[in-house]
């Protein structure tokens, strides 16, 4: 591969555009697919089907996210390697034109990771080393990753930037590219995960290797991949709202905000889990296609609104605010104390494991509970008490009438104590129909 894993394995590289040292492998094309299991409720790590086609690694070895220190050469370091032509015959010292080409591509980088570039001379110790030399052939660029020694997270390594005097000090796209190999990013025709075919283009990837357009920013793919390393830009800390649908990323630096897929014209599956694919409709064989969506690593969303249509919502482990709106919605809070509204229509609220409610202050309240609707518990495997008190056999629920609203709560380990509650509004009474086991 390129990028980060032509350091960390210098033996697989290659790359005729960007000049890594090492034969290149012969690239493998891959078709479309999407997700053999897009259930929303799936539990475990997110999904990692998008960001794994450019971004090999969760996170780089020795690599300080939020910060990246560079000097611009004023020589040839003693470790520069002499491919696609001699450095030290035809070194050059980047104008102050040309340096604003590459502070214009770190710009865009961070405004959408979390990755801050300053500015070092060249006895402190930098990152990254940027420098210009005339190149043989074709070649515009090249870059290595900064690495560590012996796997040592705090020996970082020096790791350079080199463009080509007459076409790649120029060029924002060559620099751009050169930019994200020294983050981690790979082609996307190289390594176990790929690209397929009609997807490697530029309108995509700013890595690909696609020559028909040239573009000036990084592209959807980009962003995504970057973003699974590095997190999202430290921007958008207020409280904000996101259409879905609106774009094909959802990224989000802080604040209390929401997702709004109100004017959805079709069901909306949503996960509010950071580093899921979601969907207007059915799950699409490309991401690319229309109504897919992406929410970005490491982004926390709070509240999502349905749709008219019959949606499926699931919370993340903050405490979330769910409306699923008209039609038969299935909503899941998942962690934290959550509150759900199915809204009109014959609803179910699932929970799936011990923790997604608490008790006292921390139990999930429905709010808004009607005929038709189900509290779905049957991946808990309960036995039902009705108002009957616990046994002490365990895995037990009954439910507790109050004066607005019912209480179901759960023994898990027979000790007769309440280990789960959950506050159910909008009935006087549930019964056993009401609720799956």
């Known amino acids: 591969m390129a990028g980060a894993i032509a350091v960390?394995?210098?033996?697989?590289?290659?790359?005729?555009?960007?000049?890594?040292?090492?034969?290149?492998?012969?690239?493998?094309?891959?078709?479309?697919?999407?997700?053999?299991?897009?259930?929303?409720?799936?539990r475990g790590p997110p999904l990692r089907e998008l960001p794994r086609r450019?971004?090999?690694?969760?996170?780089?070895?020795?690599?300080?996210?939020?910060?990246?220190?560079?000097?611009?050469?004023?020589?040839?370091?003693d470790s520069a390697w002499t491919g696609h032509g001699d450095p030290h015959h035809s070194f050059r010292i980047l104008t102050d034109n040309q340096r604003g080409?590459?502070?214009?591509?770190?710009?865009?980088?961070?405004?959408?990771?979390?990755?801050?570039?300053?500015?070092?001379?060249?006895?402190?110790?930098?990152?990254?080393?940027?420098?210009?030399?005339?190149?043989?052939?074709?070649?515009?660029?090249?870059?290595?990753?900064?690495?560590?020694?012996?796997?040592?997270?705090?020996?970082?390594?020096?790791?350079?930037?080199?463009?080509?005097?007459?076409?790649?000090?120029?060029?924002?796209?060559?620099?751009?590219?050169?930019?994200?190999?020294?983050?981690?990013?790979?082609?996307?025709?190289?390594?176990?995960?790929?690209?397929?075919?009609?997807?490697?283009?530029?309108a995509n990837t700013i890595m690909s290797y696609d020559w028909s357009t040239d573009p000036q920013n990084l592209m959807v793919y980009d962003v995504i991949a970057l973003q699974s390393i590095y997190g999202p830009a430290r921007l958008r800390r207020g409280d904000d709202t996101y259409v879905f649908g609106q774009d094909k990323v959802i990224w989000d630096g802080g604040g209390h905000d929401r997702i709004d897929a109100r004017g959805a014209t079709a069901a909306v599956t949503l996960s509010l889990d950071d580093g899921r694919w979601n969907h207007m409709g059915a799950k699409a064989a490309s991401f690319l296609a229309q109504g897919q969506v992406w929410l970005g690593d490491f982004t926390i969303i709070e509240d999502a609104l349905g749709s008219r249509f019959a949606d499926r919502l699931a919370g993340n482990g903050r405490s979330n605010d769910l409306r699923g709106g008209a039609g038969n919605d299935v909503l899941a809070g998942g962690g934290g104390r959550d509150d759900l509204w199915g809204g009109r229509g014959q609803d179910r609220f699932v929970f799936t494991r011990r923790s997604d409610s608490g008790v006292a202050d921390q139990r999930d309240v429905i709010r808004d509970f009607a005929d038709g609707d189900h509290v779905d518990l049957s991946a808990l495997h309960l036995s039902w008490r009705g108002s009957r008190s616990f046994t002490g056999a365990g895995d037990e629920a009954r439910v507790f009438d109050l004066t607005s609203g019912?209480?179901?709560?759960?023994?898990?380990?027979?000790?007769?104590?309440?280990?789960?509650?959950?506050?159910?509004?909008?009935?006087?009474?549930?019964d056993r129909g009401d609720v799956l086991l």
């Not at 709560?409 to 549930?430: K, M, N, P, Y």
Request: aromatic share 6%; net charge negative.
């Open 54 to 77: 450019l971004a090999p690694l969760r996170q780089l070895p020795g690599r300080r996210a939020g910060h990246d220190h560079l000097c611009f050469m004023n020589r040839v370091p």
């Open 8 to 42: 960390l394995n210098p033996s697989v590289s290659g790359c005729a555009r960007c000049g890594r040292r090492g034969p290149l492998s012969q690239p493998r094309r891959q078709p479309a697919t999407g997700d053999r299991d897009g259930r929303l409720l799936r």
């Open 101 to 202: 080409h590459v502070e214009r591509a770190m710009d865009l980088i961070a405004s959408v990771a979390n990755v801050r570039y300053v500015e070092l001379s060249e006895t402190s110790a930098p990152h990254l080393l940027v420098g210009s030399f005339d190149m043989t052939g074709n070649t515009a660029g090249f870059a290595n990753c900064p690495f560590t020694f012996r796997g040592d997270p705090d020996s970082l390594g020096i790791g350079d930037l080199w463009l080509d005097i007459h076409t790649g000090v120029g060029s924002l796209s060559v620099i751009l590219h050169e930019l994200c190999h020294t983050l981690g990013l790979k082609h996307p025709f190289e390594g176990d995960h790929l690209l397929p075919d009609s997807e490697d283009r530029h």
């Open 406 to 430: 019912v209480l179901v709560l759960i023994d898990f380990d027979g000790d007769r104590a309440v280990d789960f509650a959950l506050r159910v509004l909008g009935i006087d009474q549930l």
